[in-house]
């Protein structure tokens, strides 16, 4: 039996500069059943320092859902191993500490979820470019279409990025999936498995995601 109804899992390396507008969206969610999971993959900065300094002065209340895991520097998808193994939701999603997310994210991911019994929920999302900003918009694909999504990520016609997903946990417990510690596009290697396992996808289109 799940805990929660979501973990949202969040590595936290060299952020400093980002960590509390990150940290301000996710607790600030409106969605109330989430289990928020930040791991500190050894960072040397004052990350954790501003997060644990926010968590006490704005987000106290939210402490009995909040888990803090520290680790050696690992690399992204290591710390996002540990986050999952601490998970005790019934869907993961996964956000890097630089973005933000918009506040009723979470809400509307769930809405969705719940409406759908969907395997993986995912929605656009806003590049942030400092003077600038880039609406991506998702193609629409099902159960039936998840193929063309794989191969549509490689030809970058679609968006491999972890973070604009949210899966049930037991694509990943159920299944063999193979988390490379290193290299570039680890999250394209990633997503090509999960999305191959899945039996349902549904798709938002509303950007609530920032990075």
């Not at 290697?189 to 999960?194: D, E, G, N």
């Amino acid at each position: 039996m799940d805990r929660y109804s979501i973990s949202l899992i969040a590595p936290v390396y060299g952020v400093e500069k980002y960590i509390g507008k990150f940290a301000e969206s996710v607790l600030g969610q409106t969605y109330q059943d989430i289990q928020f999971i930040f791991v500190n993959d050894g960072t040397k900065d004052r990350s954790m320092d501003i997060l644990d300094e926010l968590i006490e002065s704005r987000f106290a209340h939210l402490k009995p859902r909040i888990i803090i895991i520290n680790k050696e520097n690992g690399g992204l998808p290591s710390a996002r191993k540990a986050g999952l193994d601490a998970a005790e939701g019934k869907y993961i999603l996964f956000a890097d500490s630089d973005d933000w997310l918009e506040t009723d994210a979470v809400e509307k991911v769930m809405a969705k979820a719940s409406e759908t019994d969907a395997d993986i929920v995912y929605f656009d999302l806003v590049k942030e470019y400092g003077h600038r900003t880039s609406y991506k918009r998702e193609r629409d694909y099902t159960g039936d279409t998840k193929d063309d999504f794989i191969v549509n990520m490689f030809n970058y016609k679609s968006f491999g990025y972890t973070v604009t997903k949210c899966f049930k946990k037991r694509l990943f417990t159920e299944n063999v999936i193979y988390m490379p510690k290193l290299g570039m596009h680890e999250d394209i290697y990633l997503m090509s498995q999960i999305i191959f396992y899945a039996k349902s996808l549904v798709h938002i289109p509303e950007a609530l995601y920032h990075y």
